[in-house]
């Protein structure tokens, strides 16, 4: 299959303190501290472009403190920019805090900023022009106006034939949001790619192995993203396939399920089965955690 693959979600300025052991209370901690362009959305974006996918566009809100910026950023990795400027709020923040001495584990402090009022009135249907895939980040679902234009773009995604994916993105505002909700804000959606603890807290289920062949009961595919434990991918109540983790030496382990994410998007529409694709995934989260940042090699 070819075509185009359009993300809407989230682009934010990533501040990365690369630390060793837990952070002093009440004094100094030294760390590696570098600015970097993020987004769960943008993010997976790039790794599409990255791991082949030629026609990558990305929808999302900044604001004009550092539009062109990522607009640079995002380009520089292949991908279209479609970037509506907040003329209110600045783009969105997270600040990284990242364990050198725990495997490159790493803590978010998230301020959603201009990312967080990406609404309906910034979607166009011209933006799914070529394109035969839309993946969603699931932090469009931790807003209102987020939820709105998540609805919108789904209702025109299915009226032209448009595959859907998602990725639900945080476990922490996932069960803020309450994961009764969840069923609903999904429907229309035909590809599932939760994280292990996501996975768990939808399903309620320990095993991340039940807890895909669950989802997958209601969604059509599920790939829930592992780590350093590979990917388990489930079907229609039961489990397809599981696929090793590639071998890693994790630095920073932020932006690992976006890279799996985007080169698995990217596989899917060069023809790959859900198999293959998942092993592609594998080996671009295992090159993530490797490199300081959510973005592919050669960038930032």
């Not at 980040?137 to 987020?146: A, I, K, R, W």
């Amino acid at each position: 299959m070819t075509g185009g693959l359009l993300v809407v979600g989230d682009v934010v300025t990533d501040v990365v303190a690369r630390h060793h052991g837990p952070p002093a209370a009440g004094t100094d901690t030294p760390a590696s501290v570098r600015t970097l362009p993020g987004g769960a959305g943008a993010n997976v974006a790039c790794w599409a472009a990255h791991r082949g996918c030629g026609d990558v566009r990305l929808l999302g809100r900044v604001g004009a403190d550092a539009a062109a910026w990522h607009e640079r950023e995002l380009a520089a990795c292949g991908v279209r920019p479609f970037l509506a400027v907040d003329a209110e709020m600045p783009t969105g923040t997270v600040i990284c805090l990242v364990d050198a001495d725990a495997g490159g584990e790493r803590t978010f402090l998230t301020d959603g900023g201009a990312s967080l009022r990406l609404a309906p009135c910034d979607w166009s249907d011209a933006l799914l022009d070529g394109a035969v895939r839309l993946h969603l980040s699931g932090y469009l679902l931790f807003s209102e106006s987020g939820r709105a234009l998540a609805a919108v773009a789904v209702g025109s995604a299915r009226a032209r034939g448009v595959l859907v994916s998602l990725d639900p993105a945080s476990a922490g505002f996932l069960a803020r949001l309450g994961t009764g909700r969840f069923p609903a804000l999904v429907e229309g959606v035909g590809v599932l790619l939760p994280s292990r603890d996501e996975a768990r807290l939808l399903t309620g289920l320990p095993d991340p192995a039940d807890a895909a062949a669950e989802l997958s009961r209601h969604v059509p595919l599920v790939v829930v993203k592992l780590g350093g434990a590979g990917a388990v991918v489930a079907r229609s109540g039961s489990v397809y396939a599981r696929v090793p983790a590639v071998p890693a030496t994790p630095r920073d382990t932020t932006g690992a399920g976006d890279a799996f994410t985007g080169a698995f998007l990217a596989s899917l529409l060069a023809g790959a089965g859900p198999r293959e694709a998942a092993r592609e995934g594998c080996r671009a989260g295992a090159r993530a955690v490797e490199r300081v940042g959510g973005r592919p090699p050669g960038t930032g």
